[in-house]
């Protein structure tokens, strides 16, 4: 699993998709940001936009002075935790990881600053963002230089979770992912939500791409009493394609899948639809798009 643009989960990747995997899980996020960075990756900023809004619904429905828990799903070093905790955006985080200065350091080194960076630029009432990921190293860097709260390394679609996890995810509010579903599926899902307290409901936030088929996913958290709306009005570019041949794939996915590519993949683009899944009780009350304004997101 990695945030946005992949993951560990060789059965999931698609034929045609380039491979980014000697990035996801190394002892700092300086490659990640550097090679996702040249292809123009948008997908955390994107879920920064849509989580915050979706934190600031969830607040108002909760009691006063009771914190929020996000568990991020295919966290990767932790790149959602640092902006939705931190003051900061995605382009500061290129520019940090990118940097000369950054380059000289050891990956000890970079975490050690990035403790101090980040707890300078703590939002007030931030959320606690807990990181789930195959990618050990990864998920022990966000944690080690403050961009995750907490964060366990375990594979869900192979493995039942741990007690470590089940006891981390226990009080979540929001379950966001910003790309990683067609390399998870519904076993993590179904493990994740049978892992929960009884009448704990978080909701459940979604960026997939185009070329995902979401329903199987609606299907299974309906067995569990949530209902999901996707936000109408438009896509999100996630990154350009890596080379023509990658774009050509996918622009011929998505015509089989009766998905017109026109505008948006042709162009050169990564596209994603935001899918919100929440408790029928809670869903009644307002639409996604009540919540998430697609003009502004």
């Keep these: 699993m990695a945030t946005g643009d992949g993951a560990h989960h060789e059965g999931h990747q698609k034929a045609g998709k380039a491979s980014f995997e000697h990035i996801y899980d190394l002892e700092d996020p ?17 879920g920064y936009e849509i989580f915050s809004a979706l934190i600031g619904a969830i607040e108002e429905m909760r009691p006063a002075g009771e914190g929020l828990t996000v ?67 990864a998920v022990a860097y966000g944690v080690s230089a403050g961009m995750l709260d907490a964060g366990v390394a375990e594979n869900l679609e192979d493995h039942e979770p741990s007690g470590e996890l089940q006891r981390l995810v ?32 978080p909701w459940i936030a979604v960026l997939a791409l185009r070329w995902v088929d979401f329903g ?22 996630q990154r350009r394609f890596a080379d023509t041949d990658e774009q050509e794939y996918v622009c011929e996915e998505l015509s089989r899948m009766g998905v017109d590519p026109a505008g948006k993949e042709s162009e050169g683009s990564y596209h994603a639809y935001f899918y919100l899944s929440r408790p029928a009780d809670e869903a009644a009350g307002s639409r996604v798009e009540d919540l998430v304004d697609p003009g502004r997101v």
């Design 216 to 237: 199987p996913l609606a299907e299974l958290f309906a067995r569990y009493g949530y209902v999901t709306e996707p936000l109408g009005g438009r896509t999100f570019e």
């Design 170 to 201: 226990s009080g979540v509010d929001l379950i966001t992912v910003t790309g990683g579903v067609g390399y998870i599926g519904g076993k993590t899902f179904e493990r994740l939500l049978d892992s929960l307290p009884e009448g704990r409901k």
């Design 71 to 137: 568990l991020d799903v295919c966290c990767s070093y932790g790149i959602n935790g640092a902006l939705l905790k931190y003051d900061i955006g995605l382009d500061d985080l290129y520019a940090r990881y990118g940097s000369e200065e950054a380059a000289r350091k050891t990956s000890a080194g970079l975490a050690a600053d990035d403790r101090e960076f980040y707890a300078a630029r703590r939002r007030p009432g931030a959320p606690r963002v807990i990181g789930l990921d195959v990618a050990e190293n």
């Design 30 to 46: 300086r490659e990640y940001f550097n090679t996702l960075g040249g292809l123009g990756y948008e997908a955390p900023r994107h």
